[in-house]
Every structure is written in structure tokens, then in C-alpha cells.
């Protein structure tokens, strides 16, 4: 049975929905300027990114951590700083 995450942003959220909030904040141009990997860059598309991403730890970590920082973003933004 998994424990309740409270304090984890990232607890309930899938791969698929991390990807595709990040492409309508950033767009796939601007998520490819962001992190510079070949699935953002060349003829993308959220399903061959999920397959990169979920074979390669590193990078997902990298997508992780530009989410949480959009989501510090927009909760900023929100409250007018």
C-alpha cells in the first residue's frame, strides 16, 4: 500500500501530464531551449518523448525538476510577484 505524499508536487501526477503541461507553458521550441535533448528538438511529439524519458533516468529527472519550477512560476505569477 503506498503512503500518502502530501508534501511531494509530484505525487499523482503522470509522466504524460508533466510533458504535456510543459509543452503548453513552454511549447516544444521553447521546452527544446530549455532542455537540450534530441527528443524536444527533433520531430517531437509526447509519445516518443515518454519513451525516452522513461528509459532514461537522467533526463526525466531534468523534465521533474523544469516542472516544479513552472509550477513556482505560475504560483508566483498568480500571486503577483
Known sequence: ????QPRNPLHGI???QIVT????????K?????IRIRCFTHDP?????LKFLRK?????????????FMLRE??????GV
Open 1 to 4: 500500500m503506498a503512503l500518502p
Open 14 to 16: 503522470t509522466l504524460e
Open 21 to 28: 503541461e510543459l509543452v503548453e507553458y513552454f511549447g516544444w
Open 30 to 34: 521553447g521546452l527544446g531551449e530549455e
Open 45 to 49: 511529439s509526447v509519445k516518443s518523448s
Open 56 to 68: 532514461t533516468p537522467w533526463a526525466r529527472e531534468k523534465v521533474e525538476s523544469l516542472y516544479l
Open 74 to 79: 505560475q504560483a508566483r505569477r498568480a500571486r
